[in-house]
């Protein structure tokens, strides 16, 4: 396959596994991943040519910087100790160990490989580590390793197995060289990716400084950072790079955020464009994997040697294998770790090292590092034991997350999904931002939502006291705005049987009021009041929407979401058909749908309001949510109705843009109430501000393209 063609499969494939994952939140979207691209290769032949070199550089570079730049500075600083002791000795440990025992059970696989195998399987995937220690409140200090050597102990492996397939790609090993050779290509490349870290960040003071604070520039600059360094450091010194950009990448999170004040922009920018390369570059990884595992199966199948289930089994011990050495260093360590402190979520080490071994989920480093074993050795030779490298691999890493699938719900209270590397960016978990223990367990905090329905509550009160006769269409589409993301929160927030109940409600109050649209509409006609052709086309919209209705009443648990967009394609094909009508210059007829809009939004108000006169109707059983959303939506349908008569679009957004202004410095006033109150912390109360700062922000770059426009 073309290389052209094979990058736009592969972000194809990134994205339709998000989309499913949104459906199927239970499975973990690299398995998703790894399904994709397995049926790529089945169904569509696909195959994808794999050089060593470029892989590493395309793929390690980039997730190491990333990892190193999201280095926790507080509580893991301070177990510097057991974090490398747990990212460089365990690693070591786990391949001379495991590398003994896999050769031990796969007799056929060299040694060499064997170690090679044991050492790309010790990276952890960073994000799977915290998204299962966090919800499980492991001990503190336990919580602070395993999140801390999960985010460098990539580094460590990618080194010992690079050692191993040099040697089984040379066939010469030396303890003298291989050590002196670590302790080389180990310091140079540490001070390497320092020197040139710390180079960038001076370019990129200097350039600050001459004015050059373009901030498209300076993320390309900061993005293109790990490759250049990687690149130096292998080619230039003959260096480990995986050192040098994690090196870098950490000391850019401690040194390179001199502007970030003075250039807010630039953080904000350069943070969501590493989100996405994360996301799709690990992404890829896991379809590459799909996309490979035929091949390696296919070579697993055919060799006499090696039965495919017993290739299973194998796989499953070497998992397990991984698992004790794992359970037994974190068991020791706090027995014997003397710098470790349990804090408030002290339980048993046995119980904690257990979890903390479940926690290991391999990701996108060990797939990246094994998919990148050459195919050939010196001497043209095939690379010994390479397919069912691949294979045992492979299948550790999904026995890995299909185990931390299983066992996270089991441990937990908490019923989130499992989040991985590139998972879900908005959803990783910062552990520079950790919220205390006894923040945590504050139980008089609201949850997110509750306090997003608070602040969006307080903007519609705000709006409405901003609306006159003038601004009443701005207002009302406004308040439907913020009308439609309270019921979607709601909908978050609720159990599904009270959701059931008030859309069941709903669905009778829209039934009363469509039954008044249809009254007034024939007598707008019996009164000669409309024409038939504005009668017919108006009876088609109302017909539609009636049948729409019917449909969401019988199917009433799914509606919800669909009640949000009626309003908005309702309001689409209105519009259509006026421009349809004008266009054809029969400015009678869109005058007389406007007249017909009009009458029918009142009759419905109109209607609602006698049946809630009625003695048979008890009102309090009704959402006043729902019921203010329905008024709202008549209200606007009137505004609207009467705008389009006087066509004044210009207006209509400057108008928009004000209340919104107003509305936004009403949820700003809000935060800092909930925060003053005690219902929110710190913490939370930054993800709403950071909210309301994104929506300013937005609304700032609609008034800079009206202004351009």
């Known amino acids: 396959m073309h290389i052209l063609e094979a990058v736009i499969l592969l972000i194809g494939v990134v994205l339709l596994s998000n989309v499913l994952d949104h459906f199927i939140p239970s499975i973990p979207v690299s398995l998703i991943q790894v399904f994709f691209g397995l049926c790529a290769a089945i169904f569509m032949h696909v195959s994808i040519p794999l050089r060593t070199d470029w892989f590493m550089l395309l793929f390690i570079a980039p ?68 998204s299962i220690s966090k919800r499980v409140s492991l001990p503190e200090g336990v919580l602070h390793i395993v999140s801390g050597e999960s985010l460098i102990n990539d580094a460590s492996g990618l080194i010992a197995f690079k050692y191993a397939v040099a040697a089984t790609v040379t066939g010469v090993f030396s303890i003298q060289n291989a050590t002196l050779d670590f302790l080389y290509i180990s310091i140079i490349g540490c001070i390497s990716g320092a020197v040139l870290i710390g180079l960038v960040i001076l370019l990129q003071n200097w350039l600050f400084r001459q004015g050059i604070s373009d901030v498209i520039f300076n993320t390309i600059l900061q993005v293109l950072t790990p490759f250049g360094i990687y690149m130096i450091t292998e080619e230039g010194f003959h260096a480990s790079g995986v050192i040098a950009v994690v090196v870098a990448g950490i000391l850019f999170h401690f040194f390179g955020g001199i502007t970030d004040y003075s250039q807010p922009e630039l953080t904000i920018v350069s943070e969501k464009t590493w989100d996405i390369i994360i996301y799709m570059l690990n992404g890829m990884v896991f379809v590459i994997l799909g996309i490979e595992l035929p091949i390696a199966t296919t070579e697993i199948i055919q060799n006499d040697n090696i039965n495919t289930f017993h290739a299973i089994w194998i796989s499953f011990v070497a ?33 904690a090292a257990v979890i903390a071994g479940l926690s290991g989920v391999r990701g996108a480093v060990t797939m990246a590092g094994v998919i990148s074993i050459p195919t050939v050795i010196d001497g043209g030779a095939r690379f010994p034991s390479r397919s069912l490298a691949l294979f045992v691999a492979a299948f550790v ?47 008089q905090y609201i949850t997110e939502e509750q306090a997003r329905i608070y602040i969006m509550k307080l903007a519609i009160n705000s709006v409405e ?85 019917r449909k969401s009443e019988g199917n009433r648990p799914k509606i919800s979401f669909n009640l949000n967009n009626q309003h908005r394609i309702r309001r689409i094909r209105r519009s259509l058909t006026v421009w349809l009508v004008n266009r054809n ?44 959303h329905l008024v709202i939506h008549y209200r606007n349908q009137i505004e609207e109705a009467k705008h389009r008569v006087l066509n004044n679009k210009e207006k209509l957004q400057s108008q928009v843009q004000r209340l919104r202004i107003k509305a936004l410095a009403s949820e700003r006033e809000g935060v800092q109430t909930l925060l003053e109150q005690g219902k929110i912390d710190w913490r939370m109360a930054a993800r709403l501000r950071q909210y309301i700062n994104y929506s300013e922000t937005v609304l700032i770059m609609d008034y800079q393209d009206d202004v351009g426009n």
């Not at 990212?87 to 070591?92: G, I, S």
């Not at 004790?324 to 349990?342: E, S």
């Not at 109940?501 to 000669?528: C, H, P, S, T």
């Not at 939004?601 to 006169?613: D, G, R, V």
Request: glycine share 4%; hydrophobic share 40%; no cysteine.
């Open 319 to 351: 998992w397990l294998i991984l698992l004790i050495i794992r359970v037994a260093w974190i068991y020791l360590y706090q027995v014997f770790g003397t710098a470790i402190t349990h804090g408030k979520n002290s339980m048993s080490p046995l119980k």
């Open 397 to 443: 890493i999904i026995i890995s997350l299909i185990v931390a699938t299983i066992t996270l719900p089991l441990v937990s209270k908490n019923r989130s999904p499992l989040i991985t590397r590139g998972s879900n960016s908005d959803n990783s978990m910062d552990d520079d931002e950790e919220t205390s223990d006894e923040d945590s367990e504050n139980s």
């Open 63 to 130: 997730l190491l910087f990333n990892d190193g730049r999201r280095f926790p500075k507080r509580e893991l600083w301070k177990l510097r100790g057991p974090i490398l002791g747990n990212a460089v000795v365990l690693v070591f440990l786990t391949t001379l160990l495991g590398g003994l025992l896999f050769h031990a059970i796969i007799p056929t696989m060299p040694m060499s490989v064997s170690f090679a195998l044991a050492a790309i399987l010790s990276p952890t995937d960073p994000v799977a580590v915290q």
């Open 585 to 628: 210059s029969n400015s009678e007829l869109a005058s007389q749908l406007s007249k017909a809009h009009i009458e029918q939004a009142k009759a419905a108000i109109k209607a609602l309001s006698e049946y809630f006169n009625r003695d048979d109707i008890e009102n309090e059983r009704f959402d006043s949510q729902s019921v203010y």
């Open 465 to 549: 006291e901003s609306r006159r006769p003038e601004n009443q269409q701005a207002a009302f589409d406004l308040i439907l705005d913020y009308q439609f993301l309270i019921r979607r929160l709601e909908i978050k927030e609720n159990n599904l049987r009270d959701m059931n109940k008030i859309i069941a409600d709903e669905m009778a109050l829209r039934r009363v009021a469509i039954n008044g649209e249809f009254e007034a509409l024939d007598k707008l006609r019996e009164d000669n009041e409309i024409s038939e052709d504005a009668y017919l086309i108006s009876m088609d919209q109302l017909q539609r929407n009636d049948k729409r209705l």
